[in-house]
Structures are given as structure tokens and as C-alpha cells.
């Protein structure tokens, strides 16, 4: 009898060590990296691919961690893996060398198959919008439009980026205004610089023309956010051509000139 109690005893302690067991793998968050993750990032990625390899692990971390943190939902349109991934890209760029950034200002990323209007209507007229930050109803949700978002990153050709553009306004949101004065990660002895640099190449443009997409010349916030875009995907261009505000988004971002 109390050998078959032992058996009973020691059968019981297996069930529950195994139950525990699958129970802490159940509660184990799930990756939400797609399994070819690292090849997308290969192929679609030129910031990635300028990373050595620590870089590039610390860069598929925050790109991990952006896809738990924030749901990206097709709106008539089927978001897929390489999608899911140049939005993460896209939002991890402009603060890859800000420790522990978090957009605690995005919850939802809304993709539409093609561009939109102010009132986010997918039919009809005015719909010349690729890419925006929302107000309002939509505080905390961007809308990307699916194929603005790949020409992003499989045309390397130019310096347009939607993801970036946006990113960008919501780095210079994070302060409370957007404005193109991005004080939470600009030092403040620099800021009446770097608003007088914008205003006076703001200035140029409307009167000279530009290299700089002249869409930058609408105002500030902008005129930022079109800035980075160049920053990120032509930078020689921009060292070359704008020396000055190279010199000041390299501050902003706390990059070097290889990325």
C-alpha cells in the first residue's frame, strides 16, 4: 500500500511539473517577427544593411518590440510580412540611437491600398494623401498608404520615405506640439538654432527652388519631417548639398554620416 501511494505521490508531482510547465510556455509572449524577418530587412532595409551585426540585432530587437507594442490593421487592403516590417523599419530609424524610445503616442497603424483624402475617405475627390498622423477620433493611429510605404523603401533612387515622414511627426509631437522643433531629444541650447536654420532654408526655397522636396516649404513640422527623409535616405546628398542642417539632424539623431 504505501508503495503504490509513493507511485501515486511521484505520478501526481510529473502532472504537475508538467502543467507548469506549459503553462509558462503558453504565457510566454509569442515573437511578432515574421520567420524571414532578418531577409526583409536584408532586402528592403539600406539602413539595416549599413549596421555591423551587434547593430543589426539591436535593430531587429526594436523592430520586435514596435510590432508587440503596436497593431498594424489593413483597411481594405491585406497588410503583409514585408509591410509589417518596413512600418517597424520605418519607426525605428529616426530613434535607432535613442535608448528606450517608446511611441506612447501610437497605438494603431491604419493601411489603405492607395491614397486618401482629409477625412480619410478612400473614394471620391481630393484623395492626394499618402501618409498622415491622426487627430482627433484618430489620436494615437497613423494611416499609411500600402503602396507609398513600399515605394518608400524599394525605391532608393530619391529621398522620399512615407513611413519616415510620419515617424518623424510623431518624434516631434512627443513634446506636446508638432512644430519641427523636436525638444525631447533635441538639447534646448540648440533649439533657436535649428528653428532659425529651418525658417531661413524655408525662406530660400519658396524664393530660389530646392533640392529639398518643396513640399518641406509649408511650414516647419513639415519642412522636419521632409528633411529627415532626405537625412535618412540620401545623407552623402545632403552633407554634400546642405552642410549646416546635416550637421544639425545628426545632433537631433545622434547618427553618423555611414547611416
Do not use: C
Not at 132 to 146: D, W
Not at 188 to 198: D, F, G, N
Not at 223 to 248: C, G, K, R, T, W
Amino acid at each position: 500500500m504505501v508503495l503504490v501511494l509513493q507511485v501515486i505521490t511521484v505520478l501526481l508531482l510529473i502532472v504537475l511539473i508538467i502543467l507548469i510547465a506549459l503553462r509558462i510556455r503558453r504565457s510566454k509572449p509569442q515573437s511578432q517577427l515574421p520567420e524571414n524577418y532578418k531577409e526583409l530587412l536584408a532586402h528592403y532595409v539600406k539602413f539595416y544593411n549599413q549596421l555591423d551585426e551587434e547593430g543589426k540585432v539591436a535593430f531587429e530587437k526594436r523592430v520586435e518590440q514596435f510590432l508587440s507594442a503596436v497593431t498594424i490593421t489593413g483597411v481594405q487592403a491585406e497588410v503583409e510580412d514585408m509591410d509589417r516590417i518596413m512600418i517597424a523599419a520605418g519607426a525605428v530609424i529616426p530613434v535607432y540611437n535613442i535608448p528606450d524610445w517608446q511611441y506612447i503616442n501610437l497605438h494603431e497603424v491604419l493601411v489603405y491600398p492607395g491614397a486618401f483624402n482629409a477625412e480619410f475617405d478612400q473614394h471620391g475627390d481630393g484623395r492626394n494623401i499618402a501618409g498622415m498622423v491622426g487627430t482627433g477620433a484618430l489620436q494615437n493611429v497613423m494611416v499609411l498608404t500600402k503602396w507609398q510605404l513600399r515605394q518608400g523603401f524599394i525605391n532608393n533612387n530619391d529621398a522620399r520615405n512615407t513611413a519616415l515622414h510620419e515617424f518623424v511627426h510623431l518624434v516631434d509631437k512627443m513634446d506636446g506640439t508638432v512644430d519641427g522643433v523636436p525638444e525631447i531629444i533635441l538639447e534646448r541650447k540648440y533649439t533657436a538654432q535649428w528653428r532659425q536654420l529651418m525658417e531661413e532654408t524655408i525662406q530660400q526655397m519658396k524664393t530660389y527652388g530646392s533640392d529639398i522636396d518643396l513640399y518641406g516649404a509649408t511650414n516647419t513640422a513639415e519642412f522636419f519631417a521632409v528633411i529627415s527623409e532626405y537625412f535618412f535616405e540620401q545623407p552623402d546628398a545632403l552633407q554634400a548639398n546642405h552642410p549646416q542642417l546635416f550637421a544639425m539632424l545628426e545632433r537631433i539623431y545622434k547618427t553618423t554620416a555611414q547611416q
